[in-house]
């Protein structure tokens, strides 16, 4: 199948059809992102957003971002090349990529962000200006091997962290938000063969004819125009409101009880414990702790709470034992 490249001819400007679809992956991630802040600052009985269908979205949102970032490659360059434009928007994505780093940092010093979203597009955008150019099946097959590629190399050498950032080691780092190249730059990829194989007359006559219209997908053509921007103020300002408002309200009373008990009980197993009567008293320490006032504080124990908490644990895990023991 023969496929041209990139049309020569003069772009007509943004296209508001794309502009609107950047719109709708970053209102996703806010909702993905509400869910997240609403679990860390305990005002949900469990961080839905950790639950495996919360990752789950979090990976539709993510590849949607990134398919966008290819068809943005082709039409950006449709035209030919601008050097001058390609690489100062590269500069402020990875200017914004150190900044998130800079900042989670200090926020979350254990689970910072190394390379997350930001990181993937940046480097993404340098990797896949070639295969704007190259032929589409070449392209395609690439984006194929990049997807396929963590079910396939895995070696402990590349559990090294310094190369966490290509995803095709063993181990998952500890970070909040963690975009490798495998598998996400075939994201990327494939939006790139999209954006040719529909070629210059779908993007920049259909799709370009459209042009948003009422006040509402004006003002979401507009965010998506500005995604970057949207992208770094969204998150402190949902986190400065959810602040604001579990001051108000405190945290959800059932706040962090299922994954307690889960962890519990797996402790329990793992030292010897029968699996029902480390279930029993998983339940039992937890309502033990909350009659105490050991629950939820946020604030360490003191040596003193430490081994009442211990003596909680030890007695209901006793009593469990006993009633499952008993005829």
């Known amino acids: 199948m023969s496929v041209p490249l990139p049309s020569t001819a003069k772009p007509r400007g943004r296209i508001d059809a794309i502009d609107l679809a950047r719109a709708g992956a970053l209102a996703a991630m806010a909702g993905y992102h509400t869910l997240w802040d609403l679990g860390f600052l305990r005002l949900t009985p469990e961080n839905y957003a950790l639950t495996p269908i919360g990752r789950a979205t979090a990976h539709l949102i993510a590849g949607s971002f990134l398919l966008l970032v290819g068809i943005g490659l082709v039409l950006a360059n449709r035209g030919g090349v601008r050097l001058g434009a390609y690489f100062g928007r590269i500069a402020r994505i990875a200017a914004a990529a150190a900044l998130i780093t800079l900042a989670t940092s200090y926020a979350f010093p254990q689970s910072y962000i190394f390379f997350g979203i930001l990181h993937c597009i940046a480097l993404s955008s340098l990797l896949g200006l070639p295969f704007v150019f190259a032929p589409v099946w070449i392209t395609a097959l690439t984006a194929i091997a990049f997807l396929a590629g963590p079910f396939f190399i895995v070696h402990p050498i590349l559990d090294a962290p310094e190369l966490y950032f290509l995803g095709l080691g063993r181990l998952r780092p500890d970070t909040n938000d963690w975009v490798p190249l495998f598998p996400w730059f075939g994201m990327v990829l494939a939006g790139i063969a999209l954006a040719r194989l529909g070629g210059s007359s779908v993007w920049s006559e259909r799709l370009g004819r459209w042009r948003a219209e009422s006040g509402f997908a004006r003002g ?103 009633t499952d023991a008993a005829p």
């Open 220 to 322: 979401a053509a507009f965010a998506g125009r500005h995604s970057l921007a949207v992208y770094l103020l969204h998150q402190p300002i949902l986190l400065a409101l959810l602040y604001g408002l579990v001051s108000i309200t405190g945290p959800h009373p059932r706040a962090g009880a299922a994954s307690f008990r889960a962890t519990y009980a797996a402790n329990c197993v793992r030292t010897g414990g029968g699996p029902e009567p480390c279930r029993v008293a998983a339940r039992c320490t937890e309502q033990a702790l909350r009659k105490e006032g050991l629950w939820g504080s946020g604030i360490p124990y003191s040596a003193e709470q430490r081994l009442q908490a211990q003596g909680l644990s030890q007695r209901c895990y006793e009593a469990a034992e006993g």
